[in-house]
C-alpha cells in the first residue's frame, strides 16, 4: 500500500515578508526535486489537500485568535502577526490548506485508504498555541488532525512525536493533562523557544538534550524514555511533527542527527503503530531549512513510510 502525500500549491505562495527567510517556498521544491531523483515520487500517492474549515481550528485554537488570523490577513503587502510569523496575501489560504492537509491524512487513514500519510505543507505549526502564533508557525496543523481524530473518529490515545531541534510548545500547551494524548518532544535546551525542559505533566514526555546531541546519544534518550511508555500507551493513531532542522548540516539549531537517524525513528513509531493500531501513522512537516538535507532528510523518511510493512 502507498503512502498518501499531502499538500498543495498554495502553501508555496507563502510569503513571511522578510527577504532569505529560512522558512522559504524553496524547501517545499528541495523536498519535490528529491522525491523525483531518487524515485519515492513512484510509490506515493499525491493528494491535494482541503482547506480546513473554522470547526477544525476551533478544536485547538481560540475563536478570538482564529478571528484575528483572518482580520490580519493583508489584501496587498505584509503584516505581522508576531516578531518572526508574518502574512501575505497568500498565506492565510496556504495555512488553511496546511491545516486542512493534516485534517484529510486523518481521514486517509482511518478509513483505511492508506496506513501512512505525510503531508508537505507550510507554514509549519508546531510553535501555534491556542491563542498565538509564534516560530513561524499559524495554525497547529499536527494539533487540528489528532483533534479532528478525536471528535470525528472516537481516538482515544494518540501519540504525537516531535523530533523538531525546537521544543514543540504549541502542541504542548494545547493537550497538556488531556489523557488521549501522549505528547513527546525532543528538542535542543538551552533553545528557541525556551521552554520545555521543567514540565512536569503526566502526558508530556519531554527530552531536552544539549547542543552536539548526536544520533546515537539522540536514539538512546529515544529508546529508553519513549519506547517503552509508547508501547504501554497502546495509541490508536500515531502522529509525527517532522522537523528536520535537527540534522547536521542545518545551522538553525545545533543537532547532530542525519537521514539513517530519522529512518530509524519513522521505523520504530511504524512498529508500534502496526503492533497496536493497524499502522496508522500521519506525519507533518515542520522545520528544515537547509535544502539539501532536507530535501534528502523527508525522502528517507517518506520512504521508510512506503516501504514499512
Not at 488570523?69 to 496575501?89: H, I, N, Q, R, Y
Amino acid at each position: 500500500m502507498t503512502v498518501a502525500v499531502i499538500t498543495h500549491s498554495h502553501c508555496h505562495l507563502h510569503d513571511n515578508g522578510t527577504p532569505h527567510h529560512p522558512e522559504c517556498a524553496e524547501r517545499l521544491d528541495a523536498i519535490n526535486n528529491r522525491m523525483i531523483m531518487s524515485g519515492v515520487d513512484w510509490i506515493s500517492r499525491h493528494y491535494d489537500s482541503h482547506c480546513a474549515e473554522r470547526e477544525h481550528l476551533l478544536r485547538v485554537h481560540d475563536a478570538a485568535y482564529v478571528d484575528r488570523v483572518f482580520a490580519t490577513s493583508p489584501k496587498e503587502g505584509f503584516a505581522d502577526l508576531d516578531g518572526d510569523t508574518g502574512m501575505s496575501p497568500y498565506t492565510l489560504d496556504a495555512a488553511l490548506h496546511g491545516a486542512g492537509a493534516a485534517v484529510m491524512a486523518v481521514d486517509l487513514v482511518m478509513a483505511g485508504n492508506h496506513k501512512h500519510a505525510f503531508c508537505i505543507i507550510r507554514p509549519p505549526g508546531h510553535h501555534a498555541g491556542r491563542s498565538r502564533a509564534a516560530g513561524f508557525c499559524i495554525f497547529n496543523n499536527v494539533a487540528v488532525g489528532a483533534a479532528h481524530a478525536m471528535e470525528v473518529y472516537g481516538v482515544e490515545r494518540i501519540i504525537i512525536v516531535d523530533f523538531d531541534v525546537h521544543h514543540g510548545d504549541g502542541t504542548e500547551e494545547i493537550f497538556s493533562g488531556d489523557p488521549r494524548v501522549m505528547f513527546c518532544s525532543s528538542f535542543q535546551h538551552p533553545f528557541y523557544p525556551f521552554t520545555g525542559a521543567d514540565t512536569n505533566v503526566p502526558n508530556i514526555f519531554n527530552l531536552p538534550l544539549p547542543a552536539g546531541t548526536g544520533g546515537a546519544a539522540w536514539r538512546e534518550a529515544v529508546s529508553t524514555n519513549w519506547l517503552p511508555a509508547m508501547r504501554d500507551f497502546k495509541p490508536e493513531l500515531v502522529m509525527i511533527s517532522a522537523g528536520f532542522d535537527s540534522h547536521l548540516e542545518d545551522d538553525m539549531g545545533g543537532f547532530n542527527l542525519v537521514e539513517r537517524d530519522y529512518v530509524w525513528i519513522t521505523r520504530e513509531l511504524c512498529q508500534i503503530a502496526k503492533d497496536h493500531c493497524g499502522g496508522r501513522v500521519v506525519s507533518c512537516l515542520e522545520g528544515g531549512y537547509e535544502l539539501s538535507p532536507l530535501g534528502r532528510s523527508v525522502t528517507a523518511h517518506i520512504k521508510e513510510l512506503a516501504e514499512f510493512h
